[in-house]
């Protein structure tokens, strides 16, 4: 079982990026999927959920109209689109695959929002 998540870097308030997570090794088509972040000295906080299918999505507050969350089932991978980020923002994201017992998570990827 892997997730891999790619595509943090550092960028400017109002910026945006798209982060990917690559999953392999689990029937990904039948997992809850969610992004999930962790600020320095901070509790890791959920971001937002996508169904299986991905017909609905559900984003945290503080994100809500900023990031919308895809997944695409043929390639096994899901999609955090980020934008008008904040320095607020600023954190380690990481990727959540969820169905009953099974929870697995990736290695995270660090987002930087800095002028």
Not at 24 to 51: C, D, L, T
Not at 90 to 98: D, F, I, K, L, S
Not at 105 to 110: D, L, M, P, V
């Amino acid at each position: 079982v892997q997730l891999v998540e790619s595509g943090g870097g550092l960028v400017q308030p109002g910026g945006s990026l798209r982060l990917s997570c690559a999953a392999s090794g689990f029937a990904f088509s039948s997992y809850i999927m969610r992004w999930y972040r962790q600020a320095p000295e901070k509790e890791r906080e959920w971001v937002a959920v996508i169904n299986t299918g991905g017909s609905t999505t559900y984003y945290a507050d503080s994100v809500q109209g900023r990031f919308t969350l895809s997944r695409d089932n043929a390639k096994n991978m899901v999609f955090l689109e980020m934008n008008s980020l904040k320095p607020e923002d600023t954190a380690v994201y990481y990727c959540n695959a969820w169905l009953s017992r099974n929870d697995y998570w990736g290695q995270g990827t660090q987002v930087t929002v800095s002028s």
